[in-house]
């Protein structure tokens, strides 16, 4: 990241106001999305994982390092929102990353984790998907549990534990980036907004 760009993003107070949903409507403006959240940052390429929360970052010069996630405190968008809502392709909930502050790089890291890791698949969201994928989501969960360890003395339980929202993603769990794309979003949700991403996500 340049300097420049550095200087551009830096938390602190030296920012116009928060805008709020209703902000971005009455003044249609778009919003620049963090370098790290696109997968731009040169200096700093973000590694997070949404089955444990762990966020740190490399560089195309010391791959063989983790970085620490030190610009977490920064915002996630210039202007600054109280409000960001991230869909994906492959799930069909939409998360809501809030932050009456501001939403910064770590609100949007922590909020994804939370919602794949807190929340059981529904059944209407479970059923919604083909038979096939259930099976595979199916496996794929029982399989992790056990390698956990969660099942004592290598016992499969009568009734396994309910399905996670992070179990619909199987190995696809590593952050890739953000971008926009207002077409799908509007053939998805049925409008079209400055702050809606698109989550992509990749196996490693």
């Known amino acids: 990241m340049s300097e420049a760009s550095v200087g551009m993003w830096a938390a602190g107070p030296g920012y116009g106001p928060v805008l709020s949903q209703t902000d971005l409507y009455l003044l249609g403006c778009e919003l620049k999305l963090h370098p790290i959240l696109k997968g731009e940052s040169e200096s700093f390429q973000l590694s997070f994982n949404i089955a444990t929360g762990a966020a740190v970052g490399t560089n195309h010069e010391q791959r063989d390092r ?3 996630f030190e610009a977490k405190e920064e915002p996630a968008t210039l202007p600054r929102v109280k409000e960001l809502m991230i869909i994906t392709e492959v799930t069909p909930w939409c998360t809501i990353v809030r932050n009456e ?3 910064t790089l770590d609100d949007v890291c922590s909020t994804l984790f939370r919602e794949y890791t807190e929340n059981d698949l529904t059944t209407k969201e479970f059923e919604g998907l083909p038979p096939r994928l259930q ?3 199916r496996r794929y969960a029982a399989s992790q549990q056990a390698h956990s360890g969660g099942w004592p003395y ?3 339980p009568s009734q396994p534990p309910p399905l996670r929202r ?3 993603l199987r190995e696809k769990i590593w952050f890739d980036r953000l971008d ?3 077409r799908y979003t509007e053939s ?3 409008f079209s907004a400055p702050n809606i991403f698109i989550l992509h996500l990749s196996r490693y």
């Open 135 to 137: 099976d595979m989501i």
């Open 101 to 103: 502050n501001g939403v």
């Open 166 to 168: 992070v179990d619909l």
């Open 154 to 156: 290598g016992q499969v």
């Open 66 to 68: 983790d970085l620490q």
């Open 188 to 190: 998805r949700l049925g």
């Open 180 to 182: 926009t794309n207002p």
